[in-house]
Each structure stands twice: as structure tokens, then as C-alpha cells.
């Protein structure tokens, strides 16, 4: 009896130990399982993010979508640019036949950037589930498609390139590669472009190409250009390129913001002078002088400036490093243009330079540049509306604006002005002596 009892303890006991081991053994494999969801922490180098949400839903989701090619993972495979793939690969070899079997081959491009793979993976915000070699034959064909696309642009148009030949087509390739969603990192651009330049063929860096490229000259004719700086992808050299930091912006706080509470109709009224501004320090070199006088660069409102803006916005509200300095930039023109009054007052005085489009659509455009959810660390322009709402502010400006408008918009009118005041002042003569002689 009591062997049959200490039996049955000894079967309970290994039963208990045997529950305990596999208790362990799910708890480890549910750790792991939970260890392989959680995300990995974000590079440093990490530069390639999806638009945001609150962008999306609250601006226009057309300028953040690619309309004729991916570039990258985040499109790839999409059914809607499948048509370009045959493109890519027919470049890829255009490429390959500028190199010398002897100097350089598809090996040699493909080694490069799986060295490169793991570097290139952490510029993306997002995990990629491609696997090594799909991963590699997308940052080579991409890089290949875009490094030729430049070198054509560079050199004369060839004859039976239909990018080049057809006018749409060219536009939107330059559209496509300025949104965020469709970058590849620069690090593998840059690696292609080492190993397949023929330095007597072009002698420019890569971010003279990339500007060649996507900036025509006649629309950023006042831009500066920064070899020295380093950037993460093409989007990134646009943001340089277009909008480098001029000094008004570089001492803004984070102090509570003050926007421009009047538009340009609003603030012309109470005698702000409103001028077109020829500087070297780019778009964003906007002044407020103490006489009354806003200086504006002037800027094409184009198709292609409708896409770059918001894109430009996004990556600065996901890059928590980057100073808000083009959401700066378009927080004030949403503030000075709300009604085509405002856009003809601009246009009068060639600060907005547009072609084909009414007054009232460039407004609105204007209007959806920048979404109601982006957040804003520094207001670049806050000194400049805190003086700026402060003149309208003071009655003496509205005052002599409104006599200057009115009574000295002519020469005919201001001498009709002082005659009529001479007349009162000798009528007022006038009746003083009669009283007087009395």
C-alpha cells in the first residue's frame, strides 16, 4: 500500500517537473515570437519614410503617389507602373555599354551594392521584406534607370529615347522622382555613378546631375547650388538646392509662434509695400524692412513646384533634425494668399510668375500646399509677422495708405487734393477776417 503510494507521488512529481519544462519551453517561444514583431530601432541614417497619415488625409494624396514609376520598395510591384520596368532594364543595358569589359561589369555593380545592402536597408523607416537578392537586383536596376536617366540629360537627346521624345513622359519622371515614398538612398546612387563615369564624359558630381536634372533653369534661375553638402537622396538635394537656409531663418525660436494674421490684400491696404526680391540666398530670403516693405523672391507656380512643396514638407515633418524651414516657408504664403485678390496683387508686382492658370486656382493650390497636420518645432518668419502685424496694427499706416491710395494714386489727383485744401484753407481765411472785422 504505502510502496503503491510513493509510487504515485514519484508519477506526480515527474508529471509537475515535465509541466514546468514545457511551461518554459512555451514561454520561450512565445518571448521569441514577440521578440521577432518588435520593430527594429531606426538608423540614424534613416531617411525614406511613408507619408504620414495626417498629411495624406488632410492635403492632396495625389502629390505623394507615383504616377509612371517605382523607385525603391514602397511602389515596387504595383500594377500601375509595371510599364516602366522594360525601360529600366533597357537602360540597364545602355549603362553597361558605356563600360569597358576590362574596367567595370554587371558583377562589379552588383557586389558594390550588396556590400552596400545593409546600409541601404537602414535609410528605409520601414522593414522590406525582400530577401538579399531581390533586395540587391532592386537597388541596381533602380540606381542603373535613374544614373542613366541623368547621363541622357546631360548629353544630347537620343533620338529613339521616348522619356526624352515625349514631353509628358519627361515631366512626370521628373515628378515621380521627387516624392518621398519613391527615393532610393544616395549612398547607392552614388556607388553606381563612381563606377560607371567616364570622366571625359562628364565632369559633374552627383547633385550637379540631380539638379540638372529635376531643376530647370528658367523657373530657379536665383538658386544657389552647395557642392559641399551631403545629402541622403534626391528629394534631399531638391530641399538643399531650392531652399538653402538664408540668414533671417537661421536665429528662429521655439517660442510661441506668431503667424501673419492679415493677407497681402489686407496688409497692402495698410500700406505695406509689397517687392520682388533678387537674392542669392534662395526662395526663403523673405524681409519686412521698418519702412513697411515685404520683400518676396519670386516663384513659379508649376506643376512641378505643386509636387516638390508637400514632399519636401513631409520629409521635414518625419526628420525630427531637419528645421521646418520650407513648412516655414509655405505657412506664410498660406497666410498672404487666401482669394485671387491676393494672387493678382502678387502677380502685379512679379513676385508669382504662372502661366495658363486663373487666379483663383493658383489660390487654392497655394492653400493645399502645406496640410493642416503638419506640426511646426520653429516658425522661420515669426519676428518678421510679429512686425508685420504690428504695422497693420497701427491706424497712422492704414490712415496714409488709405490718403496715398486715394488722394495721391496720380498726379492729377494730388494736385486736385491740394487745390481743394488750399480752397478750404482760404475759405477758413476767409471767414476768420469777416469775423474779425466785425
Excluded at 537602360?91 to 541601404?120: F, G, M, Q, W
Excluded at 565632369?203 to 523657373?219: D, E, K
Excluded at 512679379?350 to 487654392?364: Q, R, S, Y
Aim: net charge neutral; proline share 4%; charged share 25%.
Amino acid at each position: 500500500m504505502e510502496k503503491n503510494k510513493g509510487r504515485e507521488k514519484n508519477i506526480e512529481r515527474k508529471n509537475y517537473i515535465s509541466a514546468q519544462i514545457d511551461q518554459e519551453d512555451e514561454d520561450s517561444l512565445l518571448a521569441a515570437t514577440m521578440m521577432a514583431q518588435v520593430p527594429r530601432t531606426l538608423s540614424s541614417n534613416c531617411s525614406i519614410f511613408r507619408v504620414p497619415p495626417r498629411l495624406r488625409y488632410n492635403g492632396d494624396e495625389k502629390v505623394y503617389e507615383p504616377c509612371i514609376i517605382s523607385i525603391g520598395p514602397y511602389h515596387h510591384g504595383k500594377e500601375n507602373l509595371k510599364a516602366m520596368e522594360e525601360h529600366k532594364n533597357r537602360y540597364l543595358r545602355s549603362l553597361l555599354n558605356r563600360l569597358t569589359p576590362i574596367k567595370r561589369t554587371l558583377k562589379h555593380i552588383v557586389r558594390a551594392i550588396r556590400e552596400l545592402e545593409e546600409d541601404a536597408r537602414a535609410c528605409y523607416a520601414e522593414p522590406i521584406n525582400l530577401t538579399s537578392d531581390e533586395f540587391v537586383k532592386m537597388m541596381v536596376l533602380d540606381g542603373s534607370f535613374i544614373i542613366e536617366l541623368f547621363y541622357r540629360c546631360y548629353e544630347p537627346v537620343v533620338a529613339n529615347d521616348p522619356i526624352y521624345t515625349s514631353s509628358w513622359m519627361y515631366s512626370s519622371m521628373r515628378l515621380d522622382l521627387a516624392l518621398l515614398e519613391n527615393q532610393l538612398p544616395q549612398l547607392v546612387l552614388q556607388c553606381i555613378y563612381s563606377l560607371t563615369r567616364h570622366p571625359g564624359s562628364c565632369s559633374c558630381s552627383l547633385n550637379q546631375l540631380v539638379c540638372y536634372f529635376m531643376t530647370p533653369s528658367s523657373q530657379y534661375e536665383n538658386t544657389s547650388y552647395n557642392s559641399a553638402f551631403k545629402a541622403n537622396h534626391i528629394l534631399d538635394v531638391l530641399r538643399n538646392h531650392l531652399f538653402p537656409l538664408p540668414r533671417s531663418m537661421e536665429n528662429d525660436s521655439e517660442s510661441i509662434h506668431e503667424y501673419t494674421q492679415y493677407s497681402a490684400t489686407d496688409l497692402w491696404e495698410a500700406g505695406v509695400q509689397f517687392k520682388k526680391k533678387d537674392s542669392k540666398y534662395g526662395l526663403l530670403d523673405i524681409t519686412f524692412s521698418d519702412e513697411g516693405v515685404l520683400e518676396i523672391p519670386s516663384f513659379f507656380v508649376s506643376d512641378t513646384w505643386i509636387v516638390y512643396l508637400p514632399n519636401i514638407i513631409a520629409l521635414e515633418q518625419c526628420r525630427r533634425d531637419y528645421e521646418n524651414r520650407v513648412t516655414s516657408y509655405v505657412i506664410l504664403l498660406d497666410g498672404l494668399i487666401n482669394t485671387k485678390d491676393d494672387v493678382k496683387l502678387l502677380r502685379d508686382k512679379k513676385i508669382i510668375n504662372v502661366m495658363w492658370k486663373e487666379d483663383e486656382l493658383i489660390a487654392t493650390e497655394i492653400g493645399n500646399l502645406c496640410s493642416k497636420g503638419a506640426f511646426i518645432k520653429r516658425f522661420g518668419y515669426d519676428d518678421l509677422c510679429r512686425r508685420m502685424n504690428a504695422h497693420h496694427r497701427t491706424d497712422w499706416n492704414r490712415w496714409r495708405s488709405n490718403l496715398r491710395r486715394n488722394y495721391f494714386n496720380t498726379p492729377w489727383a494730388s494736385l486736385s487734393f491740394v487745390a481743394a485744401v488750399v480752397l478750404l484753407l482760404l475759405t477758413f481765411l476767409q471767414t476768420i477776417f469777416s469775423i474779425l472785422s466785425y
